[in-house]
């Protein structure tokens, strides 16, 4: 959202249901600006090189959340790790439901009754599901970070307790002291309330 904190997210199906302990969030770490397909290849890249890497099964089917752009990107980073070709992979392009490999020029399109093209859509629509919630995660806690990081003597481990335990600024501003001194001890409690405080003087 406006090059805003850039995620990515993998899911993982098994015998055709989620098994939603594998999935994983990323963060873009190496993309600057708005470029989904270097995102694409950075997040298979890191994806695959760690089970290459610590020598885990390769999944029986990769699934590109994408056309043919996306795939192609897919493709140069399994490519590039040696192992491209002994994974089936494949791109999935959301406006009209077309199929892509990367070898073939034009798209395969299944009937919109078939019970692949619906256990295909799911797997997207899962991959999006998930993203976009973490997505939101991310913004509300950079907007918490952005206005508490300021206060001087609260650091970024004191940040991280009241992201994980509060979610927002707005609550924290509404807690007691008894609420806050347990998780950030009472000098920095003092801090916070101070800070809160003079804001509502200003």
Same mark, same amino acid.
């Given at each position: 959202?406006? /090059?805003?904190?850039? %995620?990515? @997210?993998? !899911? /993982? ?9 594998? +999935? $994983? ?9 708005? #470029? #989904? ?6 997040? %298979?890249?890191?994806? +695959? ?22 795939? *192609? ?10 192992? +491209? ?9 959301? $406006?009209?439901?077309?199929?892509? !490999?990367?070898?073939?020029? +034009? ?26 919630? !973490?997505?939101?995660?991310? $913004? *509300? ?8 990081? #300021? ?5 970024? *481990? ?6 994980? =335990?509060?979610? @927002? %600024? ?15 001890? #009472?000098? =920095? ?14």
């Amino acid at each position: 959202i406006q /090059c805003t904190n850039p %995620v990515a @997210s993998m !899911f /993982c199906f098994k015998k055709g249901n989620p098994s939603t302990k594998e +999935y $994983r969030h990323y963060n873009i770490k190496t993309v600057v600006g708005p #470029d #989904d397909f270097q995102s694409m290849y950075e997040v %298979v890249s890191r994806r +695959y090189s760690r089970l290459v890497k610590e020598d885990k099964s390769l999944p029986n089917l990769i699934v590109i959340d994408g056309g043919k752009g996306h795939l *192609s990107k897919a493709k140069e980073a399994l490519t590039d790790l040696g192992i +491209y070709g002994q994974i089936p992979v494949i791109g999935i392009a959301k $406006r009209l439901e077309e199929i892509y !490999f990367p070898e073939d020029k +034009y798209p395969v399109h299944i009937s919109k009754k078939s019970v692949s093209l619906r256990l295909l859509q799911h797997l997207r629509d899962e991959a999006h599901r998930f993203a976009i919630t !973490f997505h939101r995660l991310k $913004r *509300s806690n950079a907007s918490l970070n952005s206005e508490l990081e #300021d206060i001087p003597g609260i650091g970024p *481990s004191t940040l991280e307790k009241l992201i994980k =335990k509060f979610k @927002s %600024v707005n609550k924290i501003n509404n807690l007691e002291r008894e609420q806050l001194t347990p998780i950030i001890g #009472d000098s =920095k409690t003092s801090l916070l309330l101070n800070y809160f405080k003079q804001k509502k003087e200003e």
